[in-house]
T-cell receptor, first 116, second 115 residues
Framework: DSGVTQTPKHLITATGQRVTLRCSPRSGDLSVYWYQQSLDQGLQFLIHYYNGEERAKGNILERFSAQQFPDLHSELNLSSLELGDSALYFC???????????????FGAGSRLTVL | AQKITQTQPGMFVQEKEAVTLDCTYDTSDPSYGLFWYKQPSSGEMIFLIYQGSYDQQNATEGRYSLNFQKARKSANLVISASQLGDSAMYFCAMRVLLGYSTLTFGKGTMLLVSP
């Protein structure tokens, strides 16, 4: 158990629908990152939050949005789903501070989304 | 921008032998970190080893070592005494250590360990 909790583990939905993926970071970690892993695109960075504020955006579609709440958990909202959104979505967290440990991202087990 | 290149789509190794997974990187930033992650068939991403750009010695973690050659911009992962449980996808990644940077991943290498 990495300490990063993602729910749900699996999700099957239809095109056009909306889903919410949830992530709880490791205790004490203020940074949360979202990544998408698909067969054709590999691991793509979506968005980074630090202590509730958006810090960096990657290849995140306008149909996708995220937020980090005061208790530091984060949610990734995917709307108007398309077949191509089927992927494994990872959440990762990292601590603040200096040193090697602060640079390491710890990943959750992922949420596998299938859009039919 | 950072770039990670893993040129080996797949590697085969026999149990108990050592194997090297290649990784080259490109960045203009002087301060960066290099990482290796393992993804077994179950899907989770498991952190293996980290090397900072200013670290003088190569990182080691149990059977894993990172062969860091800064001038060549390479960060190869060496797994000694391979085990069947090492069969997985391995990703090399890097992160600039300034500001709010994120991990950039390579495309991965699939390692298969045979008995």
């Amino acid at each position: 158990d990495s300490g990063v909790t993602q729910t749900p583990k699996h999700l099957i939905t239809a095109t056009g629908q909306r889903v919410t993926l949830r992530c709880s970071p490791r205790s004490g970690d203020l940074s949360v990152y979202w990544y998408q892993q698909s067969l054709d695109q590999g691991l793509q960075f979506l968005i980074h939050y630090y202590n509730g504020e958006e810090r960096a955006k990657g290849n995140i579609l306008e149909r996708f949005s995220a937020q980090q709440f005061p208790d530091l958990h984060s949610e990734l909202n995917l709307s108007s789903l398309e077949l191509g959104d089927s992927a494994l979505y990872f959440c990762a967290s990292s601590p603040t501070g200096t040193g090697a440990g602060a640079n390491v991202l710890t990943f959750g087990a992922g949420s596998r989304l299938t859009v039919l | 921008a950072q770039k990670i290149t893993q040129t080996q789509p797949g590697m085969f190794v026999q149990e108990k032998e050592a194997v090297t997974l290649d990784c080259t990187y490109d960045t203009s930033d002087p301060s960066y970190g290099l990482f290796w992650y393992k993804q077994p068939s179950s899907g989770e991403m498991i952190f293996l080893i980290y090397q900072g750009s200013y670290d003088q010695q190569n990182a080691t973690e149990g059977r894993y070592s990172l062969n860091f050659q800064k001038a060549r911009k390479s960060a190869n992962l060496v797994i000694s005494a391979s085990q069947l449980g090492d069969s997985a996808m391995y990703f090399c990644a890097m992160r600039v250590l300034l500001g709010y940077s994120t991990l950039t991943f390579g495309k991965g290498t699939m390692l298969l360990v045979s008995p």
